[in-house]
């Protein structure tokens, strides 16, 4: 068994600001941290798992954790509970996923599990009947919709993302940031604070960037990698969604079928990013894209402007996420999809 991480005297308790002044409160308690930190202490193994078809927040933040584990000595076992389990292409690009193993070879009943950026069980796929049997569930969340279904939550809906909390994770395990963990920390900053451009974007996130960024990242690289490829098919299908969207007053919406994807061999995963070019519509202070994924299931991508609560809109229809970004699963045609959909953001 391996000594307990608090006995490492050089380990900050808190990742270092920029401009030297203490760092911002955290409405996580220490004694949340200190308990988080006595679990990953007293065991060998822990499982890590972030939501299905992961993005840089998720992915990025579970890596970047799972290398400080490996470095005290850990045996780690890190997924996502995809059917058909593969890391999506735009993020192939990070460290660390030898760590990875398919959902068929995760632990069933984990000592210790701790999962990334998923405010529920059903968020987790085929890990969540794992979670579920976990003994000790360490949810490390920034949605404002995650209730807390762990044993412990190290939640926090005033971060810009999940890989804020991880950075804080990193330092009190006594990690250094070296270019592998910081490139994993940095995809899922900018992934959620959309280069920073959003509201979440703080000083503090800026100061974090600078801190990652001094490690040697090759932040083009990085940038190019998550935006600026697309396979070919891609421009065909995004042809086809935008030649068939709709404008409903406030609201713009569109979707983009299995066949759609079929006709150009286009994974799913690749149409992350339609979203955030139907919501630049002027008109339209809410934007929808419903995807239907593999399974024929349509997941949804909701964006506001402000002024409508979406993440209040997703969560009532079995979703969540937050004010200006949000989703959920809809098991109905596209048409009754949107029929519930127009129902809710009526009440909003």
């Not at 004694?31 to 939501?51: F, K, N, P, Y």
């Not at 509970?81 to 030898?98: I, K, N, S, T, W």
């Not at 990690?175 to 963990?181: K, P």
């Amino acid at each position: 068994m391996t000594p307990d991480v608090r006995d490492r005297a050089d380990r900050p308790r808190r990742p270092p600001r920029a401009d030297g002044r203490p760092e911002e409160s955290c409405p996580i308690p220490e004694s949340a941290w200190d308990r988080a930190l006595r679990l990953i202490g007293q065991i060998d193994e822990v499982a890590l798992a972030c939501h299905v078809t992961p993005d840089g927040d998720a992915l990025g933040s579970m890596l970047a954790v799972a290398f400080v584990l490996r470095s005290m000595g850990k045996r780690v076992v890190a997924s996502f509970g995809d059917r058909h389990f593969a890391v999506p292409r735009l993020l192939r690009f990070l460290p660390g996923q030898e760590m990875l193993v398919p959902p068929e070879a995760y632990p069933a009943a984990p000592e210790l599990m701790i999962v990334f950026d998923s405010s529920t069980f059903e968020r987790l796929g085929l890990l969540g009947a794992n979670a579920a049997m976990a003994r000790e569930l360490i949810v490390v969340d920034h949605h404002p919709s995650n209730e807390g279904f762990g044993t412990l939550s190290l939640i926090d809906a005033t971060a810009a993302a999940t890989a804020v909390l991880a950075e804080q994770l990193v330092y009190r395990l006594g990690g250094r940031l070296d270019r592998d963990i910081a490139t994993c920390l940095y995809a899922g900053l900018v992934t959620d604070t959309g280069s920073f451009r959003y509201a979440s974007t703080t000083p503090a996130v800026h100061q974090m960037a600078a801190r990652l960024v001094a490690t040697g990242l090759h932040t083009d690289e990085i940038a190019r990698e998550l935006w600026d490829r697309s396979p070919f098919g891609y421009l065909k299908v995004l042809a086809r969604v935008l030649d068939r969207v709709t404008l409903e007053g406030g609201l713009v919406w569109t979707y983009v079928s299995r066949v759609d994807r079929a006709a150009y061999g286009l994974p799913y995963a690749e149409l992350e990013g339609i979203i955030d070019i139907v919501r630049r519509t002027d008109e339209a202070e809410v934007a929808v894209v419903l995807k239907e994924d593999d399974q024929g299931d349509w997941q949804v991508s909701t964006r506001s402007k402000g002024t409508v609560d979406v993440g209040a809109v997703c969560t009532a229809l079995g979703g969540g996420g937050h004010h200006n970004a949000a989703g959920y699963t809809s098991h109905d045609s596209v048409e009754e999809t949107m029929a519930k959909f127009r129902r809710e953001l009526g009440k909003a």
